[in-house]
């Protein structure tokens, strides 16, 4: 959304990168530092499966880290291109786990730093990393239908913020990262295509167990259940029926539980050629869909079960929108 200069402070664009698991992924917006809002530029994805492996090996392959590489180095001629003046990247799961990490990270301070001196790619703290992905996640949303829960299900990895917003003023009131996400689920329990109901049992006793972590989240507080990044908003555009991805309709769109339990059990089912060939897939998410589903479904019956939730909010936006406003926010400082 836009927002007005009214302060005459003159609007600024910045650049977000989130380099997660699966994917890595640009934002270029602009706003006026101090006041609240953004306006897209552009925005692009692809995906690079920087995780492949490292929950097998411990380590970033090298082949993983060449297609980084050659994506942010795209995205950063982008933002030069486009008058950035400030940027932040936001490395996730894969990066915190592996050996190698040191020279993931060098990579990026080699390729930022052509056009953008000193910037790196940084590992955030829990708390960072849920009061970005809340912020991102609920700007669209009107403060007073919360508290909400925002799931960001990820390659590796899936958050789970519990937040509101107290007169203005953002509040977390409980956040949990699991290690479940859909490259990682598919890699270390769906080898199968389409997965054996044996897989399947497993995956889901996975899930369960990792699960048992967000015991502790204040889920019946919650009004709102938010799902953000690629897995959700694919899943909400097969629900739909979707001919092809439309990311403008997808944006807080709202589907009962009970289509998304639908869809997350018909693409489980499905062979990657059958996935590939619904017209709002991606390509690249295909293989590993059936693993985020079967996560998706847990949080659907967890938020059933213990919010009496009926349906979920699924946003286009998500932690890389709270990484651009982190961004504005330094300059305003």
């Known amino acids: 959304m836009t927002s007005p200069d009214t302060a005459g402070v003159s609007p600024v664009r910045v650049g977000a990168v989130d380099c997660g698991t699966n994917s890595i992924r640009l934002l270029v917006a602009e706003g006026a530092p101090g006041q609240p809002g953004l306006t897209d530029v552009t925005r692009e994805m692809r995906i690079i499966r920087l995780g492949e492996g490292v929950d ?27 008058g950035v003046q400030a940027v932040r990247m936001v490395a996730t799961s894969a990066t915190r786990d592996a050996a190698n990490k040191v020279e993931f990270f060098d990579m990026t301070a080699d390729v930022l730093g052509e056009h953008f001196p000193g910037a790196a790619a940084e590992v955030i703290s829990g708390q960072t990393e849920a009061q970005l992905t809340f912020a991102g996640g609920v700007v669209d949303l009107d403060p007073r239908e919360g508290p909400f829960v925002v799931a960001d299900l990820g390659g590796g990895s899936t958050e789970i913020v519990v937040g509101e917003y107290d007169d203005g003023e953002l509040r977390i009131l409980g956040a949990q990262s699991l290690d479940i996400g859909c490259v990682r689920i598919t890699e270390r329990t769906l080898p199968s295509d389409p997965p054996t109901a044996e897989e399947v049992s497993e995956a889901r006793r996975v899930i369960a167990e990792a699960l048992k972590s967000a015991a502790g989240l204040p889920l019946g507080r919650t009004k709102r259940f938010v799902g953000v990044a690629g897995t959700f908003t694919t899943l909400s555009a097969v629900a739909q029926g979707m001919a092809e991805y439309d990311s403008a309709a997808l944006h807080n769109s709202v589907i009962s539980l009970e289509q998304m339990r639908e869809v997350c059990g018909r693409l489980v089912a499905s062979t990657v050629a059958e996935r590939r060939g619904l017209g709002p897939m991606h390509p690249g998410r295909a293989d590993v869909i059936g693993g985020g589903a079967l996560v998706a479904s847990a949080l659907c019956d967890v938020m059933s079960d213990r919010a009496g939730i009926t349906d979920i909010t699924v946003s286009e936006k998500d932690i890389l929108d709270g990484i651009a406003m982190s961004v504005l926010t330094r300059l305003a400082g």
């Open 56 to 82: 097998a090996n411990g380590r970033i392959s090298e082949g993983a880290i060449a297609r980084c590489r050659t994506a942010l180095t795209d995205y950063t001629q982008t933002m030069a291109d486009l």
